[in-house]
T-cell receptor
Framework: AQTVTQSQPEMSVQEAETVTLSCTYDTSESDYYLFWYKQPPSRQMILVIRQEAYKQQNATENRFSVNFQKAAKSFSLKISDSQLGDAAMYFCAYRSASAGANNLFFGTGTRLTVIP | NAGVTQTPKFRILKIGQSMTLQCAQDMNHNYMYWYRQDPGMGLKLIYYSVGAGITDKGEVPNGYNVSRSTTEDFPLRLELAAPSQTSVYFC????????????????FGDGTRLSIL
């Protein structure tokens, strides 16, 4: 079974600084997606960024970027120019890319605090 | 755009009671999912559906039932509520195609906080 590990239960960052959240995963598949979801206190699950395993180029969405290391099974999230609104729980998730694959496997999350 | 709508947002049940959590999506997605999120944990899949009339178990299905009579709706039923089912429940939907890398990201509802006392 696929497992997703987030080894940092909590992280903090000064406003306008950069922070990196770590994620590792275990799988025997070669085709898959990786995601970072943000969950603010409102409880919504908001998709931040996704990466297809076949793509060598790291995904970027505005201030959010990833460092995807397929051989190392590592998928870290970098948040640049951190803002107060970035404070939330961040979940790393894995999903097979096979047709009809149904399950998202989540890590246990990292709580990010942004210090003004 | 409504997206995925869950009702109710909060509910308190007594042990042994039953209830149905409602979920509706207006994006014409073929796949729908129910997850639960326990404190300090990520989400775990309870049940999912690949289309109207078709459902299947996820990681933690015990104590729950689902049905999918329409594309839009995917209710989750708790028959005999137990304290272990105290959790936040999320419904999600997505489009999944028939080829590798055809799966679109899941869209989540706002969650239902359920307490069993």
């Amino acid at each position: 079974a696929q497992t997703v590990t987030q080894s940092q239960p909590e992280m903090s960052v000064q406003e306008a600084e950069t922070v990196t959240l770590s994620c590792t995963y275990d799988t025997s598949e070669s085709d898959y997606y990786l995601f970072w979801y943000k969950q603010p206190p409102s409880r919504q699950m908001i998709l931040v960024i996704r990466q297809e395993a076949y793509k060598q180029q790291n995904a970027t969405e505005n201030r959010f970027s990833v460092n995807f290391q397929k051989a190392a099974k590592s998928f870290s999230l970098k948040i640049s120019d951190s803002q107060l609104g970035d404070a939330a729980m961040y979940f790393c998730a894995y999903r097979s890319a096979s047709a009809g694959a149904n399950n998202l496997f989540f890590g246990t999350g990292t709580r990010l605090t942004v210090i003004p | 755009n409504a997206g995925v709508t869950q009702t109710p947002k909060f509910r308190i049940l007594k042990i042994g009671q039953s209830m149905t959590l409602q979920c509706a999506q207006d994006m014409n997605h073929n796949y729908m999912y129910w997850y639960r999120q326990d404190p300090g944990m990520g989400l775990k899949l309870i049940y999912y559906s690949v289309g109207a009339g078709i459902t299947d178990k996820g990681e933690v299905p015990n104590g729950y039932n689902v049905s999918r009579s329409t594309t839009e709706d995917f209710p989750l039923r708790l028959e005999l509520a137990a304290p272990s089912q105290t959790s936040v429940y999320f419904c999600a939907s997505s489009y999944s195609g028939r080829s590798t890398y055809s799966n679109q990201p899941q869209h989540f509802g706002d969650g239902t906080r359920l307490s069993i006392l």
